[in-house]
C-alpha cells in the first residue's frame, strides 16, 4: 500500500506546477471554445465522482480510510514543502504594515439633513416632482455624489460648505461602498487640484484627521518593534480598499499648498516615511503607480530652503524603522523618481541606513567606505548577505549623486571596494550570497570603468 | 522631454550585461527568477531613464520589457515592466513633430513629422499583412502584436467581464489589463502628433500610415465584434463598483474573515487597475472616432484613395449596439464620461427616433440649433411633439438621455479642462445658455409628467432636476 501512495502522491507534485506554468499566452478562439467544453466536462466529471464518493462512503469504510491517510502524507509533504522554502524567505522584502483595523467612525450625519443645499431646494416648487424629505435626504445626497452632480454642483455655485465638505470627507475614508468612496475621493481630489480658486470650499481635514485615518485601517506606525498579534476573526486581510482615496487624497492636498497649506513641514516628513513603508508591503503592488505618483508630489510640497534638512531627517526617520534586509533596500529603491529632489532623497536615505548599519561607527562619507573596504570577505565568518545590503546600499547612495564625479577620493575607494568585492570572492564560492554579492560589484565595476 | 538628435542607443557592451542579468533566469521558475528580472528592469531604468543623458535601450531590451509584461508572473513584475514601458514611450517617443518642443517664434515653418523607423514597436510592421511573418513572430506569445492578437486581447478581456466574477480574477488578468492600457497608451502616442501635424497641413498620408488607422483597416480585425467586446468590456467594468460594494471584501464591522484564498493584493489592485482600464477604453474609442472624423474630412477634400477603404463610423456602429442591445445604454451612458462625445452619441441617438429631419454632418456648421441640446429640450414644448416622443423613445430611455445629455452639457459650460478641446463643439456653453437649458430641463420634465400622469422620474432624472433647479436659483 504504500508503495501505491508514494507512486500517487509524487504524480501529484510532478504533474500540478506544470499544468499551472504552461499556460498559453496568445489564446485563440478554438482554445477558448475547447477551453470551454473542457471546464464543463470536468463539471460533469466531478459531479459523478462526487456521487460516486457518495456511495463509496456508504458501502466501503476502507477506500475512506485510505483516503484520510493518503490526504495526511500530502498534507505533511505541502508542510515540509513550506519549510524549505520558508528558509529562502529570508531572501525575500516584504512588511506587514497593516494590522488589526479599528473600528471606524460611524458614517451617519445627522447636520447634513439641514444644510443649506437641500434646505433651499425643498422650498422650490419643483420638489412636487421630487417629493424630497429631509429625512432621505442623506440617500438623495449620496446619489448626487456618487453620479458627479454634486462635483458640478460645486464648480457651477463655486462654494462647498462646510458639512457636504466633511460629509464627503467621510464617506471617502470609511464608506464601505466603492462608488461612494470612489466618487467622494474624486470630489475632493478635483477640488483640491483645480487650478485656480474657482471653488470656495468651507471646511479643509487637518493631519491628525488623516493619521487618524491610517490608525483606523491598521497601519501600524511602529513596525520595527515588536508587532501586535493578529486577532482571529478580525479585519486582518490587509487594509481596506479606501486606502486608495486615502493615497490620492494626500497626493491631491500637496498642491494646494500655495493657497493654504494642511500639513506643516515635519507632517510632511512623515508622510514620506508613511509612503516608503507602504511600498514594503506586498498587499499593496496594485498599487505601486498610485504611490510613486504621492511620492512625487510629496516630494515636491517642500520649499527649497526646507528640503535639505528634511531630506536627512526623512532619512534618518526610516533608518530608525525600516529593519536592515532586503527591507531597506525595498525602502531606497522605491524612491524612483528622475527628479533631482527624487535623486537626492534616495541617497540620503540610502546613506542613513549605511550609517545606522554601522551603528554610527562611522561620522562622514570617507568613514563608511573605509569599513567597508577593511571588511575581508575571504573571511568564513565574514556575513555575505550584510555585505550584498551594504554594496547596494553604497550603489544607491553615490551612484545617484554627484559624488563620484566632484569627489575623486571618494570615487577611487568605490571602485577599490568594488574591486575586493568582484575579485576575492571566487565564483566556485558556495556561501549564500556569495554569487549575488560578486555579480553585482563586477558589474558596477564595469559600469564605472567604461565612464 | 528631451531627444537625442542622433537616437543612439545604448552600446553593445551595456546592452549584452544587462541582458545577462536575465538570461541567466531563463530556465529557472521561481524567486529568484522574478529578482532577476526585476533587477534587469532596474538595470534598464537605471540606464536609460535616470540618467539626464541616458540612451534608448536596444530593441532587444525593450523586447524583453514588453515580454516581462505579457508573461506576468507576478504582480510585482508587471506593474514594474508598465511603468518602465510607459516612461520609456515618453522619454523616448516613436513620433514626433519636430517643432513640438521649439518656442512659437520658429514654428512659422510648416511641422515635420518625425517617425523614428528603427524604434521598437510592440505591433507587428504592417500589422499582419503577411501571414508567414506573422507566424514566424506573433506564435512565440514574446513578440510583437499584430491585429489579430490585439482583437484576441480585447475577446479575452471582454471573456473575463462576461462572467462579471471578479472574486476570481488573478494576476494573469489583471496583466492583461496592463497590456491592454499599454497598448492604448501607444496607439495614442503614435496618433496624437499625426493628428496635431495633419491639422496643419491637411496631408491625409500621414494619418493613413498611423498604426490605429492600419490596425483598424487590418482584413483580418472584425470590426464591428471589436467594438462590441469594447463596449462590453466598458459596461462590465463598471459593474467593478458594485461587486466591491456588497462587503464582500473587507467588511466594515465584520465578523466574517475574508477567506484566505482570495488574494489580497489582487483585490486590492483590482479597482484601481479595472478603473484605469475603462479610461483606456474610452481614450480608444475617442481616438478612433476623432480619426473617423478626419478621415471623412479628407474624404469631402479627396485625399483619400480607394486603398483607404471604407469603414462605418465608429458613433454609428455604437448607436446601433446601443438600439439593439438596450439593456446596455445606462451602463454605457454612465461610464463614458468624456463630455464632447457623450453629447454626441445622445443627440444622435435622439435624433434617429425623432421626426425632425435634419441630415447633419459635423462639418455643415447649420446655423438651425436643432442638433444642439437646447434644440433636443425644445422638442418637448409641445405636449404633442412630447407624446410623439415618449411613444418612439420609451419614458425611462427619454429621461436617460436627457439628464446624461444635460450633465455633459453642464460639463462642457464649466470646463476644468480647456485642452479637451470644445472649439469644435457646436454646443453654446455660455452662461446664458445654461440658465435657458436648466430652464428648458426642468419644463421638459413636467411636459412629460403632463403627458404621463405617472410617470416615475427615475433617482439619476431627479439628480438633474435637483441640479437644474440649484444651478437656477443660484445663477438668477
Redesign the interface.
Known sequence: MDGALDFEYEDALLSSPVVT?K???????DD?LSDFYKEKSKLVEKESKQAKAQKNYNSDEDVNTKEASLTEVIDQCQNQMKEISGD?DM??WGMRVFGN?K??PPLDFPELGSCA?LQ??MQ?E?NS??E?TSERGDT?LE??LA???LL??A???GHVEKSIAMWAFNLML?S?????R?SAGDFWC?ILS?EDE?VQIDWLPSYSELKGALEIYGFQFNFSSKREPLLP?????????N??AWIRFIAASCHVRDKQSIFSTSEAEELVEVIVCLFLD?????????L?ECLQSLISYFTDKEWKTSCNEIGKSLACRVPRDLNCLRAV?CI?G?TTRS?QLKSAVAYQFLLVCFHDKATDEEGILQLLISINVKDKSCDLFKMYIYLVLAENWL??SQMLENKPVINEMWCLYLRNCSCQIASTDLRSFASKVRNKAS?LL??TV?K | MEIPSSRRTI?G??EE?ILA?LDASEAR?S?DAI?DSIAFL??V??AS??PESGRPPTNKMWEAVFQIL??GKS??LI??S??LLNELDKRYPRVYSSNSNKSKSSSNAPPELVVVKEAWSPFFPGLGTSISEREAA??N?GGPLDSS?FQ?LI??LA?VNRKANFQTLDT?S?GSMLLFQYLVNFLEGDILPRNSVHEETLNWTFLRESLLNMLLGSRKLNYKGLVRDCLAIMCGLSQ??????N?K???????A??PDN?D???A??????G?KTCIAMQKLLILIMELDISKKKAEMQGYTTRADGVRTPLVEVILDELTYNSEILSPFL?VF?EPKWKLEIILQYFWKYTAKPSIRTRRSNGSSDDATFSGALKCFSSSTSTKGIIKKIGIEVIQLLLAHGF?AH??L??E?CPALGISDCKEDVSGNS?VEVCKNM?SA??SM?RVDEHME?L??G??????A???L??KS
Not at chain 2, 240 to 245: E, G, K, M, P, R
Request: glycine share 6%; net charge positive.
Open positions: 506554468k499556460r498559453k499566452k496568445v489564446i485563440g478562439l477558448l529562502e531572501s525575500m483595523q473600528v471606524p443645499l433651499s431646494f422650490n419643483l416632482l421630487l424630497l438623495f446619489g448626487l453620479n458627479g452632480w458640478k454642483l464648480f457651477t455655485c470609511y464601505s461602498k466603492e462608488e461612494l470612489t478635483t483645480s474657482l476573526g478580525s479585519n486582518c486581510g490587509g487594509p481596506p480598499q486606502i486608495r506586498h498587499q499593496l503592488h496594485g498599487l505601486v503607480l498610485l510613486y529603491e524612483s528622475i535623486k551612484l545617484v558589474y564595469q559600469g567604461n | 552600446g557592451g551595456i550585461n542579468i521558475d524567486q529578482d532596474d538595470a531604468r537605471a531613464i535616470v505579457r508573461v504582480l510585482e506593474m514594474a508598465f511603468q506573433g506564435k506569445s492578437s484576441l475577446q479575452d471573456e494573469k489583471l467593478i463598483q458594485s461587486a466591491f460594494s462587503n471584501i473587507y467588511p466594515e464591522n465584520s465578523v474573515k475574508p482570495c489580497t493584493a489582487v486590492i489592485a483590482l479597482p484601481e487597475i478603473k454612465q464620461n450633465k453642464l460639463f459650460s464649466t476644468q445654461l426642468i420634465f413636467h409628467r422620474v433617482s439619476f431627479k439628480e438633474a432636476l435637483f441640479t433647479a440649484t444651478i436659483s443660484t
